[in-house]
């Protein structure tokens, strides 16, 4: 079946540049997406990517997919106490109304 | 009210009970989920209502039971659990197009809590 890997856990400091990683092993995902979830909260879309794209930014966040190796990443700048959430990868792929996530990357920002 | 509403928040059940969990949409969605979440473990899509028709993962067991009455309202019903069955149960809704590349717009719910002794 279908997988989405994701390191559990990231921590940074205040200000700094942090770096979330996903792979995946579904060659036919059209999308991949990244949720964020904060504390006692259900999980909300932060972007996505589609397939054919290798980058996406939005304000402070990129989005880079490496179509071959099956990698994205989510880079989020000057990261901020605010930003400390569980972080989710996700993709889907044509035809089907479902996602299959990764088990998150909680992140801790420490000031 | 917000998008989408989950209730109760927190439970708590013993292995020979039968409770519900209640999901409900007000975004005009046409599909809804049910999501499970356990610690250390991929989210588990348990089940999906979609364009009327319904999904299941076929790993989930009987014990669990799902019910979609019309396209704003969800439950979960719980029969005989397990304490493995302890977890974040996560209710989304979405929209769906005929024949569209679905563009993974989930909108969750905060979740129930569940936890069974």
């Known amino acids: 079946g279908e997988d989405v890997e994701q390191s559990l856990f990231l921590s940074v400091r205040e200000g700094d540049s942090s770096v979330i990683n996903c792979t995946y092993t579904?060659?036919?995902?059209?999308?991949l997406y990244w949720y964020k979830q904060e504390p006692g909260a259900g999980l909300q879309l932060l972007t996505y990517?589609?397939?054919?794209?290798d980058m996406k930014q939005d304000q402070r966040l990129t989005v880079l997919l490496n179509k071959k190796d099956k990698h994205l990443s989510l880079r989020i700048a000057d990261t901020q106490t605010g930003d400390s959430a569980i972080y989710f990868c996700?993709?889907?792929?044509?035809?089907?109304?479902?996602?299959?996530f990764g088990k998150g990357t909680m992140l801790l920002v420490s000031p | 009210e917000t998008g989408v509403t989950q209730t109760p928040r927190h439970l708590v059940m013993g292995m020979t009970n039968k409770k519900s969990l209640k999901c409900e949409q007000h975004?005009?969605?046409?599909?809804m989920y049910w999501y499970k979440q356990s610690a250390k473990k991929p989210l588990e899509l348990m089940f999906v209502?979609?364009?009327?028709?319904?999904?299941e993962n076929n790993s989930v067991p009987s014990r669990f039971s799902p019910e979609c009455p019309n396209s704003s309202h969800l439950f979960l019903h719980l029969h005989t659990l397990q304490p493995e069955d302890s977890a974040l149960y996560l209710c989304?809704?979405?929209?769906?197009?005929?024949?569209?590349?679905?563009?993974?717009?989930?909108?969750f719910g905060e979740g129930s809590r569940l936890t069974v002794l």
């Open positions: 990517i589609f397939s054919n794209m």
């Open positions: 579904d060659s036919s995902s059209t999308y």
């Open positions: 975004l005009g969605h046409n599909a």
């Open positions: 989304a809704s979405s929209q769906v197009e005929l024949g569209a590349t679905f563009t993974g717009e989930l909108f």
């Open positions: 996700a993709e889907s792929s044509y035809g089907y109304s479902t996602l299959t």
């Open positions: 209502y979609s364009l009327e028709e319904r999904v």
